[in-house]
């Protein structure tokens, strides 16, 4: 029995970590609500807040950024370009709540596994790779909607959308307006935008 408990440490290890670092977008989004990309953003204000997929894939600021004035203005958007985004988002909101819940279930189905007393060590394995493979289809369906999006947006305005996160991030190592507490962070320093990573990636 010890040695299965010793056995069994890294895989308990491994389940922990995906149940408590794995959800992304949750309920507040893709962007928030089912799935937004990016969370804790205000629509309205279009702000820049923390949030967001938790490791995941993303591409340009966290929330709804194109309905932020101030990206507008600097990215020269249309309402074509918004709306285009908006359909892109919509269209995926569906189907990333149900990918999200299939994951939610792979983890419910795997608690009774890690409770029993013993274990089975190939029950859980198995269940992990069901549940890893349920997590890997949301990824990919938010990096779908996300590339997207992104594909909306000209090559120079791709350019702009990037420098303007560098030049934020800078601000808050500065500890400038967008850095603790400044217009739109809540509080939280938002990751900057860039390629599929939300800074290293697609350059």
Excluded: C, Y
Aim: net charge positive.
């Amino acid at each position: 029995m010890g040695r299965t408990d010793m056995r069994l440490k890294p895989v308990l290890s491994i389940v922990l970590f995906a149940t408590l670092s794995g959800s992304f977008l949750t309920a507040q989004p893709p962007a928030g609500s089912p799935p937004q990309p990016g969370a804790g953003m205000d629509r309205d204000r279009g702000g820049w807040s923390g949030g967001g997929m938790r490791g995941g894939f993303r591409i340009g600021p966290p929330g709804i950024w194109w309905h932020n004035p101030d990206l507008i203005q600097k990215l020269t958007l249309t309402p074509d370009q918004q709306k285009r985004m908006d359909d892109i988002l919509q269209q995926s909101k569906l189907q990333l709540i149900d990918l999200r819940a299939a994951v939610e279930k792979q983890e419910v189905l795997m608690e009774p596994m890690l409770a029993a007393n013993p274990p089975d060590t190939n029950k859980i394995l198995a269940q992990i790779d069901h549940t890893a493979q349920a997590r890997a289809e949301l990824e990919k369906a938010n990096a779908k909607m996300l590339l997207g999006i992104r594909n909306v947006l000209t090559p120079d305005q791709w350019t702009k959308l990037q420098a303007e996160g560098r030049e934020r991030r800078r601000m808050r190592m500065q500890g400038g307006p967008e850095g603790r507490g400044g217009p739109g962070s809540d509080g939280q320093a938002p990751p900057p935008p860039g390629g599929p990573g939300g800074g290293e990636g697609m350059q």
